[in-house]
C-alpha cells in the first residue's frame, strides 16, 4: 500500500479560505491539480475548490477578484482512513474523482484520486489472474 509521502504535497494543493478566484486559478495551474483543498487558519478542511466549481462561478458573474468562500464546495466528501474501497464508493455514489483524506482533527492528510483507484483495481486483478 502507498503511504500519503507517496502521494502529491498535499501543502501544494490546500488553500486558504479567504483567497481570491484568481489565486486559485494560479495554484490549480502551479499544481497541474484537478482540485484544491479550502483549509482555515487551523488547516481543517473546509471544502474542496475545482477547476469546474471556478468555470461555473465566472459564467455566473463572479470577477477574478472576488473570494472563494462563495465558490467552494463547502460539504466535500472525505474518509478518515486511506481506503480504495471507501474512496470508489464515494466517487461512484456521488460522481467525483478525488476524495479528501483527513485526521482526527479534520486536517487533509491525502487525496485519493479515481486514477489511484483503478491503478489500485488493476493491479489486484492482474495478480488473481496468474497462473500457478
Not at 7 to 20: C, F, M, N, Q, S
Not at 96 to 106: A, D, E, F, H, K
Amino acid at each position: 500500500m502507498m503511504q500519503f509521502s507517496d502521494r502529491l504535497d498535499i501543502a501544494r494543493i490546500t488553500v486558504l479560505e479567504g483567497k481570491t478566484i484568481l489565486e486559485a486559478i494560479q495554484q490549480l495551474n502551479d499544481t497541474a491539480s484537478q482540485i484544491l483543498l479550502v483549509v482555515d487558519t487551523d488547516g481543517s478542511l473546509k471544502g474542496t475548490l475545482s477547476d469546474g466549481d471556478i468555470r461555473r462561478a465566472i459564467i455566473g458573474g463572479k470577477q477574478l477578484s472576488s473570494g472563494i468562500r462563495d465558490v467552494y464546495n463547502p460539504n466535500p466528501k472525505s474518509l478518515a482512513s486511506y481506503s480504495i474501497e471507501e474512496a470508489k464508493a464515494l466517487m461512484t455514489k456521488h460522481g467525483i474523482t478525488r476524495v479528501p483524506v483527513v485526521n482526527g482533527q479534520n486536517q487533509p492528510v491525502g487525496v485519493i484520486s479515481v486514477e489511484e483507484a483503478m491503478s489500485c483495481e488493476s493491479r489486484i486483478l492482474s495478480r488473481s489472474n496468474r497462473v500457478v
